[in-house]
């Protein structure tokens, strides 16, 4: 089965700086796509970014890229430029091709330092 | 367009009763999947709905259960509450089945509370 490892409970920024998060998984598949979600105080879940597994070009929406190494099955998150409003969870998600069920890393709480 | 919509937001319920949770998806999307977060399990998939069907279940016990309606809603159903059950239901709706490679669209939740 599929498991999705986030090894960093808790991480902290400095407000306009840099932060990477940490996520890997575990897959026998070649097709498959990962993303990276964003659950604020208020509860939604919001998607960050996705990465389709058979696409080498990192994906990058805004502030927000990923480093995408498929043979490591490491797919970390880079926020640049950290802002007050990016403080919040951050769950790693992958999910396999033709199948819903998305497999959900145990997330990463943001801290974002004025 | 609305978004994916779950009511109640929040819930109490005793131990021993059941409960009936709604989520409406986006106008258009056909599958629905229910997750169920903890702070000891995380995000756990229960199950997913397509054209009133359930595509695919997570390893939940036959208390959970759910449907679907001709118009995409999605109820879920716990019977027999334990207080374990206690956790925050997540609805994500997406276009097709299997084909959501741009991700869920995630409701804001309904907190459930057993006591």
């Known amino acids: 089965a599929q498991t999705v490892t986030q090894s960093q409970p808790e991480m902290s920024v400095q407000e306009a700086e840099t932060v990477t998060l940490s996520c890997t998984y575990d897959t026998s598949e070649s097709d498959y796509y990962l993303f990276w979600y964003k659950q604020p105080p208020s509860r939604q879940m919001i998607l960050v970014i996705r990465q389709e597994a058979y696409k080498q070009q990192n994906a990058t929406e805004n502030r927000f890229s990923v480093n995408f190494q498929k043979a490591a099955k490491s797919f970390s998150l880079k926020i640049s430029d950290s802002q007050l409003g990016d403080a919040a969870m951050y769950f790693c998600?992958?999910?396999?091709?033709?199948?819903?069920?998305?497999?959900f890393g145990a997330g990463t709480r943001l801290t974002v330092k004025p | 367009k609305a978004g994916v919509t779950q009511t109640p937001r929040y819930l109490i319920k005793t131990r021993g009763q059941q409960v009936t949770l709604s989520c409406s998806p986006i106008?258009?999307?056909?599958?629905v999947s229910w997750y169920q977060q903890t702070p000891g399990q995380g995000l756990q998939f229960l199950f997913e709905y397509f054209s009133e069907t359930q595509r695919n279940k997570g390893n939940f016990p036959g208390r959970f259960s759910g449907r679907q309606f001709s118009n995409s809603r999605s109820e879920m159903n716990v019977s027999t509450l334990e207080l374990g059950d206690s956790a925050l239901y997540l609805c994500?709706?997406?276009?097709?089945?299997?084909?959501?490679?741009?991700?869920?669209?995630f409701g804001s939740g309904t907190r459930l509370t057993v006591v």
């Open positions: 994500a709706s997406s276009l097709l089945s299997g084909t959501a490679n741009y991700g869920y669209t």
């Open positions: 998600a992958y999910r396999s091709a033709g199948n819903n069920d998305m497999r």
């Open positions: 106008s258009g999307h056909r599958s």
